[in-house]
């Protein structure tokens, strides 16, 4: 597809994630919405020797409808139908932009193996919106989020006719990078969290520290190599990751389980349960930083 169909499709998507022309042309700053409505006649009827998109316009939509630069000229899979909750867009409520001192990030890491958005909130009620291409990982992220009850919204354009190694590695990343950036100073928050989880025969535990220091110590003997299509080793990949640019301390073990998807689905949990108390604002501590150093960032 060339780079005017790709903005072409791109526009389309965007009128339907805003409800309609009107909107889009108020989320992205227009007064009158006369010229987009123009616009988006012209690219309906696909008129050739029409100039499509301007760079200007395109940086306009993808800064009015929060994308990451380069946006409109990516070709975009239709929104993963796996994880349940995927139903609602996030757009409003984890913008950085949304509330004054909210703790959100938005973070976005391409490379020439995977791009990846990332956005992030706290203070959510553990929404989520996945897209990463990889059914498993997304059943395994909307744990995360279900338990943390942090929102997340997370896609990711992977190259899976390789395998989905980079892209498991590279959204553990992202979300490394994320929870730190939402986190900032970590004044007044618990810091340590911790969760047991069963579900049926197997049991975990994980402990967090967000001490400022990565740290993973990974405790999962597997009943099997695969689930499904997917490799139980890209599991400690993602953690890696995740620890590595979260700046976290992580103990995991699996102290019971027979069933593999069992075993992993009580990790992703309790690492969900132990993250949210982790994160969560400690009253007594009255905003000051949990450590007698004075800082976790350094
Ligand atoms: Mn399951």
């Not at 380069?70 to 509330?99: C, S, Y």
């Not at 499904?228 to 699996?254: A, P, Q």
Request: proline residues 3%; aromatic residues 6%.
């Amino acid at each position: 597809m060339d780079k005017k169909s790709v903005r072409r499709d791109n526009f389309f998507k965007l009128v339907e994630e805003a409800g309609n022309v009107s909107k889009l042309a108020r989320a992205c700053g227009y007064n009158n919405p006369a010229s987009l409505h123009q616009l988006s006649n012209r690219l309906k009827k696909n008129e050739e020797g029409s100039r499509g998109i301007t760079n200007s316009l395109a940086l306009k939509l993808e800064r009015g409808m929060g994308k990451p630069k380069g946006w409109l000229d990516r070709v975009h899979r239709e929104k993963a139908p796996v994880a349940e909750t995927a139903a609602e867009p996030m757009v409003q409520t984890v913008l950085p932009a949304a509330a004054e001192g909210a703790r959100v990030a938005a973070v976005s890491r391409h490379t020439s193996e995977t791009q990846v958005d990332i956005r992030i909130n706290l203070d959510g009620s553990g929404r989520a919106l996945l897209d990463t291409g990889v059914p498993f990982l997304n059943h395994m992220l909307d744990q995360i989020a279900r338990h943390s009850l942090i929102d997340l919204e997370i896609r990711c354009q992977g190259d899976l006719h390789i395998d989905d190694h980079h892209t498991v590695e590279d959204i553990g990343i992202t979300l490394g990078q994320a929870l730190k950036q939402a986190l900032g100073d970590k004044r007044g928050i618990c810091r340590y969290g911790h969760a047991y989880v069963p579900l049926d025969e197997a049991l975990s535990r994980v402990v967090i520290d967000l001490s400022g220091r990565p740290g993973l110590v990974y405790n999962i003997e597997y009943t099997r190599a695969v689930i499904g299509r997917f490799d139980v080793d890209l599991l400690e990949e993602f953690f890696h990751g995740l620890v590595n640019h979260s700046m976290m301390t992580l103990h995991i073990d699996n102290l019971s389980g027979k069933n593999a998807h069992h075993q992993a689905e009580t990790v992703f949990k309790a690492f969900g349960r132990a993250l949210r108390m982790a994160v969560e604002y400690d009253a007594r501590m009255a905003g000051q930083t949990p450590s007698t150093k004075g800082t976790l960032t350094a």
